[in-house]
Structures are given as structure tokens and as C-alpha cells.
């Protein structure tokens, strides 16, 4: 009964912005550290920005450090990815993921996952 669903992917070019949304339901949302993995064609998948259950501790893969910014709203059960200055290295499905241990310092700790949302940057 858990459910995660991505939204937001699409195509942009090179340079440009995109926000990715993922809605939750079925768990204790406030509790959960979230997360934004994605994985490219040929490539395993990667974490790219997690949050903790109280906002109050953000990571970030180096990669897309300064340009992405992760963000939770509890009251909506909803987490957020802006992403800006997009590069073509960028595309990928992307994915929602809850971590039930609330602090997402290990991508071992995410159990439950959407289905991802494309995202694709042209040159």
C-alpha cells in the first residue's frame, strides 16, 4: 500500500530547469528521510540528493551539487527536486525513494521506490 509516484520529467535543453515531484501515501511520511536516486542507460543507479525527516540535514551527490536542490513538504507528503544549468550527463530516470530509518545516509536504507520519471537533456 505504499505508493510513490514521480512527476515533472520531460525533455529540456542544455542549460535549462526542471522540477521533478513525487507524491506519497501508505506510510508515516514525516518520519521517513527521502531521496532522489536516477539511473542512465548502461549505468547503475545513483543517488543524487537525499533529505532527512526534518529537513533539517540535505545531501547531495557531487555531481549535481549547486545545481539541484532537494525540498519536502510533510503536509502534502510530497518531495521535491529542482534542477538547474541541466547537462546531457543528466539524463536519466529518475526515482523517488522513502527511507524508513529517517535520515538518509545510506542509499541501503531506501525501501520503498515509484516508478521513475524520464528526464532527458538535449545538447
Known amino acids: 500500500q505504499v505508493q510513490l509516484v514521480e512527476s515533472g520529467g520531460g525533455l529540456v535543453q542544455a542549460g535549462g530547469s526542471l522540477r521533478l515531484s513525487c507524491a506519497t501515501s501508505g506510510f508515516t511520511f514525516s518520519k521517513y528521510a527521502m531521496g532522489w536516486f536516477r539511473q542512465a542507460p548502461g549505468r547503475e543507479r545513483e543517488l543524487v540528493a537525499t533529505i532527512s525527516w526534518s529537513s533539517a540535514t540535505t545531501r547531495y551527490a557531487d555531481s549535481v551539487k549547486g545545481r539541484f536542490t532537494i525540498s519536502r513538504d510533510n503536509a502534502k507528503k510530497s518531495i521535491d527536486l529542482q534542477m538547474s544549468s541541466l547537462k546531457p550527463e543528466d539524463t536519466a530516470v529518475y526515482y523517488c525513494?522513502?527511507?524508513?530509518?529517517?535520515?538518509?545516509?545510506?542509499?541501503?536504507?531506501?525501501?520503498?521506490w515509484g516508478q521513475g520519471t524520464r528526464v532527458t537533456v538535449s545538447s
Open positions: 525513494a522513502a527511507d524508513h530509518k529517517g535520515w538518509g545516509r545510506s542509499s541501503s536504507d531506501f525501501n520503498a
